[in-house]
């Protein structure tokens, strides 16, 4: 068990959802910036199919997210109508946050520290970090 990984893999998680929670405008950068915190706490990790399904599942969201934001393309998406979008950012935003701590659920339970991990002291290369 790697104490530190698995603090990491919280802070980095917790700041996600909070971005996504604070996000209120169209922004270019937005997925970049949660996706860097989410692959941050994945780079210590050997691939998991499992994981990486997680991972995929919170670009979506996230995507999600930007498209009913967008001014040119907004009120056209997914059945988002007049006076529906305000919803429907929030349901997305909740979506998101439900998908990230899907990935954290399968990080701290599936997750095995690699290599890289092992050499920067993170754990045994192998082991469960959480």
């Keep these: 068990m790697s104490t530190q990984l698995c603090a990491d893999v919280v802070r980095a998680l917790d700041a996600a959802s909070d971005q996504v929670r604070a996000h209120r405008t169209a922004a270019a950068n937005f997925v970049d910036d949660v996706m860097r915190l989410v692959d941050g706490t994945l780079r210590f990790l050997e691939p998991d199919q499992s994981i990486w399904e997680a991972r995929r599942v919170v670009l979506e969201r996230l995507e999600g997210i930007t498209l ?6 907004g009120p056209n998406v997914v059945g988002a109508t007049v006076g529906q979008l305000p919803r429907a950012i929030s349901t997305a935003r909740a979506h998101a946050i439900e998908a990230i701590e899907h990935l954290r659920m399968k990080v701290l339970g599936q997750g095995r520290v690699n290599a890289a991990g092992d050499r920067v002291g993170l754990g045994q290369a192998g082991a469960l970090i959480g």
């Excluded at 009913?68 to 393309?73: A, E, F, Q, S, V």
């Design 68 to 73: 009913l934001m967008d001014p040119k393309r």
